[in-house]
């Protein structure tokens, strides 16, 4: 696995459901930036579980869908990952994974799986994939 870094370019967060004492969830997107293996930008969307009267996720797991456009391991196209992130007072952990067939352009056929985890705009992630013909 590689280390790398991504940074938060935008975060647009608003309540879905519940009210701020109670159990509820928002629906969160976000921009970022990609350096290292990943080279690009990519647009996502999350929805956040918040336990009634806490400000963070305590230990639940949130889903996400993310777009990347760029390159991976100098191959250019775009790709699409699934996410199941946590969230607490000590920062963001999270699993996540290539969706089959998103790839398009060189990165058709990518496939892989990686982790997210940070405490500020700048996060580090790993990313053990394959490329097609590898």
Request: some cysteine; charged content about 15%.
């Given at each position: 696995?590689?280390?790398?870094?991504?940074?938060?370019?935008?975060?647009?967060?608003?309540?879905?459901?519940?009210?701020?004492?109670?159990?509820?969830?928002?629906?969160?997107?976000?921009?970022?930036?990609?350096?290292?293996?990943?080279?690009?930008?990519?647009?996502?969307?999350?929805?956040?579980?918040?336990?009634?009267?806490?400000?963070?996720?305590?230990?639940?797991?949130?889903?996400?869908?993310?777009?990347?456009?760029?390159?991976?391991?100098?191959?250019?196209?775009?790709?699409?990952?699934?996410?199941?992130?946590?969230?607490?007072?000590?920062?963001?952990?999270?699993?996540?994974?290539?969706?089959?067939?998103?790839?398009?352009s060189e990165l058709a056929g990518?496939?892989?799986?990686?982790?997210?985890?940070?405490?500020?705009e700048t996060m580090a992630y790993?990313?053990?994939?394959?490329?097609?013909?590898?």
């Amino acid at each position: 696995m590689s280390e790398n870094t991504f940074t938060m370019r935008s975060w647009q967060e608003d309540v879905v459901s519940g009210g701020e004492d109670e159990p509820h969830y928002t629906h969160a997107h976000a921009t970022f930036t990609y350096s290292g293996v990943i080279e690009g930008s990519s647009t996502c969307d999350y929805l956040l579980y918040y336990p009634g009267g806490q400000t963070d996720g305590a230990g639940a797991t949130s889903p996400g869908l993310e777009r990347i456009e760029g390159s991976v391991d100098g191959r250019s196209g775009t790709f699409m990952i699934k996410h199941d992130v946590g969230f607490g007072e000590h920062g963001v952990t999270g699993i996540w994974q290539v969706l089959p067939g998103s790839g398009t352009s060189e990165l058709a056929g990518l496939s892989g799986n990686g982790t997210i985890y940070g405490a500020s705009e700048t996060m580090a992630y790993t990313f053990d994939y394959k490329l097609a013909g590898q």
